[in-house]
């Protein structure tokens, strides 16, 4: 198995490279164009404490494969992709599952990464713990950063225990008054008339939570989304774009089959990107041709 040195070697401090996952959002962001070297990261998990709640992962691991094996120890990671997304993917596309809620978002899920700069150095960033508040949140600004900012090779991620219970329910309910009568659902989404809620939890919990939404008109569809949620993502600003798809409403994210424009940044949070990607990468070798502000919400 690849460790973390050889991906180092593999990485080496010249030319334009980028890595190759699972190719589950392979176009989020632009397409690298001619000549970009691809390299496969290392995979495999390298240990796990299910006491602490924390595993270290290599980026190349499938996430299915990630959670299948947490799963025996009744916990999960809050990591979500399509089938053959891999650990590190998720983490540089940087999108919350719709289940954010109850698994926590991606940046609160990774602890710490190491990851190949721009020179071609092993760079060590965040802590092993839980509560880990010395020097900068650096391996925070990996998520979202397509791989711009360094090429992750292992990390260090928070786990979650797997609910005992999960339920979804479906009513022609507004989400507001959902969000009046649960505490804080696993997910709920909207498609203008109808909203779906997800429960998860203890048993108990789950079930009294359902017994209210039953009282305002919701029944059971069984323990799996009960919609298929289209593949673009746009920003949800109010119910007036709401023509088709679905609202992720904890996210506010409009799921929908129409391709999403470039999304509209403002000239200071651009300066402060090209910045931030000048420091980290002034040859603009790391994934060369992409860029995180068109990758959409």
């Not at 150095?121 to 965040?126: E, N, Q, S, T, V």
């Not at 779906?196 to 008109?217: H, M, P, T």
């Not at 391709?259 to 990107?273: D, F, M, N």
Request: with cysteine; glycine share 12%.
């Amino acid at each position: 198995m690849k460790n973390l040195e050889e991906f180092q070697r593999e990485v080496g401090s010249t030319g334009a490279v980028a890595v190759q996952g699972g190719q589950t959002h392979w176009d989020v962001g632009g397409s690298l164009g001619d000549g970009v070297r691809l390299v496969s990261p290392p995979a495999g998990i390298d240990s796990f404490n299910p006491s602490e709640m924390t595993v270290a992962v290599n980026a190349g691991t499938k996430i299915e494969d990630l959670n299948n094996e947490l799963s025996t120890h009744g916990q999960e990671v809050g990591l979500e992709g399509p089938k053959g997304s891999t650990v590190g993917g998720a983490l540089v596309v940087g999108r919350n599952s719709i289940r954010k809620n109850r698994i926590g978002s991606i940046r609160a899920t990774l602890l710490q990464a190491e990851y190949i700069n721009a020179q071609g150095k092993i760079i060590k960033a965040g802590g092993p713990t839980v509560k880990n508040v010395t020097g900068y949140d650096l391996c925070r600004l990996l998520v979202g950063s397509l791989g711009t900012l360094g090429l992750i090779g292992q990390v260090i991620l928070r786990t979650r225990p797997l609910p005992e219970e999960n339920i979804w329910l479906e009513g022609e309910v507004l989400p507001q008054k959902v969000r009046e009568t649960c505490f804080r659902p696993s997910s709920l989404l909207w498609d203008g008339r109808t909203t779906f809620v997800q429960l998860e939890g203890y048993g108990l919990d789950v079930n009294s939570e359902a017994s209210k939404l039953k009282k305002l008109g919701f029944h059971e569809r069984g323990k799996e989304c009960p919609i298929q949620i289209p593949e673009f993502r746009h920003p949800f600003i109010s119910d007036s774009n709401l023509q088709e798809g679905v609202v992720d409403v904890y996210n506010s994210i409009h799921y929908c089959s129409r391709e999403p424009r470039a999304l509209e940044h403002s000239e200071e949070v651009l300066l402060l990107g090209r910045r931030m990607r000048e420091i980290f990468d002034p040859e603009r070798r790391l994934n060369p041709n992409r860029d995180p502000y068109k990758a959409g919400p």
